[in-house]
């Protein structure tokens, strides 16, 4: 019900976005209400509190926000209140930031190696994705994993390019004992 409830509502604005031409600001504002909120724990609880009226929710987050973020934000904020929704605001909220990402074609990368890469490294990992990707640009997260030994593990959404040491001595083992039952 959950993914459901933050489809509809992130596809919502969305589309709304979309029609007004409001896309990428939209976007950028949608990205520093996650900040504030993933840095201000008091009042999710308070938007999120059952024994607080949808009035006094609503006079908050206009105080707080109003004039501050566009009128579309601003009425999307109340509507998803109005319905009772803020429960699951920041699952509409990375709903609407991973939709908005696709349509721009931004890929989600992470990077694992062995050890720290240069900058050089990372910007030739980094060219040769946009090369073999449909991605125009990317938002890679690198990090390191001795245990791997070598080469890189990248992640691309629910996609592996597994190109370790680590896993390329299990395919030899592996070889190697079917060969010995043969």
Known sequence: MAK???????????????????????????QSLQTILMENADLVQF??????????????????FKGRVSDDLMGFLETVIEKGRQKEL??????????????KKIG???????VELSAEQKAHTE???LETTAFVSLEV???VDP????????RIGDRVVDNSIRTRLGEIRRDLMKLQLA
Do not use: C
């Not at 459901?4 to 949608?30: C, H, I, N, Q, T």
């Not at 938007?47 to 707080?64: A, D, G, R, S, Y």
């Not at 920041?90 to 709903?95: A, C, F, H, M, S």
């Not at 930031?97 to 349509?103: A, I, L, P, S």
């Open 108 to 114: 989600i990368v992470t990077v694992t190696s062995a």
């Open 47 to 64: 938007l999120n509190h059952p024994q607080i009226i949808k009035e006094e929710k609503l006079k908050v987050v206009e105080n707080i």
């Open 127 to 129: 060219a040769k994705l």
């Open 147 to 154: 245990a791997i030994l070598g080469g890189l593990v990248i």
């Open 4 to 30: 459901l409830v933050s489809k509809v509502y992130g596809d919502a604005l969305f589309e709304a976005a979309m029609e007004r031409d409001m896309l990428s600001p939209v976007y950028e504002e949608v």
């Open 141 to 143: 997260t690198y990090s």
């Open 90 to 103: 920041p699952k509409i909220l990375d709903y609407f930031v991973n939709r908005v990402k696709e349509y």
